[in-house]
T-cell receptor
Framework: DAGVTQSPTHLIKTRGQQVTLRCSPKSGHDTVSWYQQALGQGPQFIFQYYEEEERQRGNFPDRFSGHQFPNYSSELNVNALLLGDSALYLC????????????FGSGTRLTVV | DQQVKQNSPSLSVQEGRISILNCDYTNSMFDYFLWYKKYPAEGPTFLISISSIKDKNEDGRFTVFLNKSAKHLSLHIVPSQPGDSAVYFCAASDRGGGSNYKLTFGKGTLLTVNP
């Protein structure tokens, strides 16, 4: 049973560019959340998608946007990249019937130069 | 304003001994707490959780203790094994009984278990 799959694993972008990260949730999960983990920090909540709508949002600017598709997969888009956006971006899936918290993917390492 | 704090960036213990990782929180609305383990180049892996209605939860070598009055929880690993060496994150949520919750993480503690 595949867990959470994220692509790409690594990415290098230039300041001002735009980036799209992708996530496929664990089978049976319908909720997708995105987290940003900066170096030396814990993961920080960006937003959560359920039924193709943004259900909750953390303290991130509008440059961060997302989408969820009918098959529950999700994308995270970041516009006008800043050096400070360099981080590990983690996707996590969950379900109301799964009481074991989130299942995380291995993340996408984004480097902005 | 860090709502979940792990004040020890690192901890080193001998194989076979007990590892105790600590976590403090400030938000009184938190009612569900989790510990995650993270190896390099992997995502966090769920380890154990505890609801605020309990003060202890045990799963094999792992036990989590919750002291609500002190807003403190700890993870005990007994006996510690070299494979336990990883970064451990404490996380909390005000889940309200549904899946509509977000996690607030601490900065993590790097545990090293020496053979």
């Amino acid at each position: 049973d595949a867990g959470v799959t994220q692509s790409p694993t690594h990415l290098i972008k230039t300041r001002g560019q735009q980036v799209t990260l992708r996530c496929s949730p664990k089978s049976g999960h319908d909720t997708v959340s995105w987290y940003q983990q900066a170096l030396g920090q814990g993961p920080q909540f960006i937003f959560q998608y359920y039924e193709e709508e943004e259900r909750q949002r953390g303290n991130f600017p509008d440059r961060f946007s997302g989408h969820q598709f009918p098959n529950y997969s999700s994308e995270l888009n970041v516009n006008a990249l800043l050096l400070g956006d360099s981080a590990l971006y983690l996707c996590a899936s969950s379900s109301p019937t799964d009481d074991y918290g989130y299942t995380f993917g291995s993340g996408t390492r984004l480097t902005v130069v | 304003d860090q709502q979940v704090k792990q004040n020890s960036p690192s901890l080193s213990v001998q194989e076979g001994r007990i590892s105790i990782l600590n976590c403090d929180y400030t938000n009184s609305m938190f009612d569900y707490f989790l510990w995650y383990k993270k190896y390099p180049a992997e995502g966090p892996t769920f380890l154990i959780s505890i609801s605020s209605i309990k003060d202890k939860n045990e799963d094999g070598r792992f036990t989590v203790f919750l002291n609500k009055s002190a807003k403190h929880l700890s993870l005990h690993i007994v006996p510690s094994q070299p494979g336990d060496s990883a970064v451990y994150f404490c996380a909390a949520s005000d889940r309200g009984g549904g899946s509509n919750y977000k996690l607030t993480f601490g900065k993590g503690t790097l545990l090293t278990v020496n053979p």
